[in-house]
């Protein structure tokens, strides 16, 4: 009752601050709701404009990225981080410095909830592979 209330209560305050708030609730394994917030977190630096947001085309939720170098006149290609055929990759966000991007995701199935992470070292234009973040011992 209290996870509801709390859910409930969120989506309200969104709504009298005028937030565009969408959220969903699942469950998972643990009986934790998971929300899941509908936005695309956005990172400026310069004439550079990075953006990250989950789509649904595959079935799951999938993390995509996209960069802007001349403020935001145009965007190059789409360019998908998250590949879980298993797995829904949610509540996506981003920081940059100095050309370094960090885009982090929650990938939850009915068995497990996880924090991952992909980053960029070359203002978006490649991504290494994906870290999990929750992993034991050293990462990398």
Known sequence: MV??????????????????????????ASHLPVIIERKAPVDVSGDNIYVVWTTNKTGHDEVMFRVSTDAGKTFGDKIQLSDSKDADSVNVELGEDEGKIAVTWWEHNQTSIQPVMKVSTDNGKTFGDKIRLSANGSIG
């Open 3 to 28: 996870a509801k209330t709390l859910i409930i209560s969120a989506l309200a305050l969104a709504t009298i601050m005028g937030i565009g708030m969408a959220a969903t609730q699942i469950s998972n």
